[in-house]
């Protein structure tokens, strides 16, 4: 009787400290295509938000000499690096000297990375290691940032084109993460939220990641808004959140990526997913959604699309991402200090 009472106030604090210590969710959140964005280091300041920045995007392959731009550094093959790289190049080390890891995401919205044969896969997955990988004494080709080594790089596949092909990009990326053991190199990636996504599906399957950010918008049919107010999406279909079908449909005894932790992937502001649908969350519609979900399988935390709409969503003080920092550690809204 005592401990049955003991048990019912507990649940009534909501959820205890120890539980979140043990989950240590994390949040994601892309740099480097906001207009309005701050530098890369600002993000990673003590208080800021984010524990992972992938940086947005490698966009472009095959491609004689333009790849994609990161904030204001193209990314090119030229072997001269720009004064904008070098800024990059020091704030990615920053960032890792404050825990932060930086990952390169491929691909993107308006991205076209695709494959015609084994050959031009590897020669990518090669070229992207010596780019941003371990400094190799035999790579002579473009470091665009530098000596800074990457923890990692992310898909953002939104084009069905080659889908069938990248997964043999992924075993490319993790057979490279395998020859050097000084750190550990992640591979994550962005999928839609519909259960399965044409693009990056077969990817997920046959290709092993570490890290799943799932984009909860831009498709109204599995939207995280369908999880707090049910909202009716304009073409009249319905609308659920699909975090359970995805983690059952990840799991399954053949996929690669049944390890993989879930981010459930959100927008930073009201105009930062680009259409007419409203996905934007408040920050107390973020916490009765992750206060919940923190619990589910697979759970490690919350992605934001992005950096720069962050900082044009605040509230008490505090940018978008130092909300949801603030609900995923101690389950309430800023500005609640930790
Ligand atoms: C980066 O490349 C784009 C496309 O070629 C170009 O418009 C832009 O001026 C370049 N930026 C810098 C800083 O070199
Ligand atoms: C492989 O594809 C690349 C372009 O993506 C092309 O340049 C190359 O010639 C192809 N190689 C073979 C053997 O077909
Ligand atoms: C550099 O040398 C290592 C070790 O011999 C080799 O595995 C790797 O393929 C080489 N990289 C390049 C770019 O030649």
Redo the contacts with the bound molecule.
């Keep these: 009787m005592l401990s049955r009472l003991s048990l019912v106030s507990l649940s009534l604090l909501g959820f205890s400290a120890s539980a979140v210590a043990q989950l240590a969710p994390e949040l994601v959140v892309y740099w480097g295509q906001s207009p309005s964005e701050r530098p890369l280091a600002d993000y990673c300041k003590p208080g800021a938000g984010p524990d992972i920045i992938p940086l947005a995007f490698f966009s472009s392959?095959?491609s004689t000499d333009w790849f994609g731009n990161v904030d204001s550094c193209n990314l090119t093959t030229s072997t001269t690096q720009s004064s904008e790289c070098k800024t990059v190049e020091e704030d990615i080390k920053y960032c890792q000297s404050q825990g932060k890891k930086i990952m390169l995401s491929i691909g993107g919205g308006g991205g076209s990375v695709?494959?015609?044969?084994?050959?031009?896969i590897q020669?990518l997955a090669n070229q992207l290691w010596g780019m941003f990988g371990p400094v190799q004494a035999n790579y002579t080709g473009p470091r665009p940032f530098g000596t800074a080594v990457l923890d990692g790089f992310d898909m953002d596949i939104e084009n069905p084109d080659s889908a069938f092909s990248y997964a043999f990009f992924v075993q490319e990326m993790n057979q490279l993460f395998e020859t050097d053991h000084s750190k550990k190199y992640y591979m994550t990636g962005a999928p839609q939220c519909i259960v399965p996504d044409a693009n990056m599906g077969d990817m997920m399957f046959n290709g092993k990641f570490d890290l799943l950010y799932i984009q909860f918008y831009n498709t109204p049919q599995c939207s995280a808004r369908g999880a707090i107010s049910g909202y009716n999406p304009k073409d009249g279909s319905l609308q659920y959140f699909s975090y359970d079908a995805f983690q059952e449909f990840i799991t399954v005894s053949f996929s690669q990526s049944k390890g993989a932790k879930l981010y459930i992937g959100l927008p930073a502001s009201p105009d930062a997913a680009d259409n007419d649908e409203n996905y934007f969350l408040t920050p107390d519609e973020a916490a009765k959604l992750i206060n919940e979900y923190r619990y589910h399988p697979g759970f490690g935390g919350i992605m934001l699309w992005d950096a720069g709409s962050s900082d044009q969503a605040v509230t008490n003080g505090c940018t978008y991402s130092q909300e949801i920092q603030s609900i995923l550690k101690t389950g309430r809204v800023c500005p609640k200090k930790y």
Excluded: A, I, L, V
């Excluded at 695709?114 to 031009?120: A, P």
């Design positions: 392959y095959p695709q494959f015609d044969n084994m050959t031009s020669d």
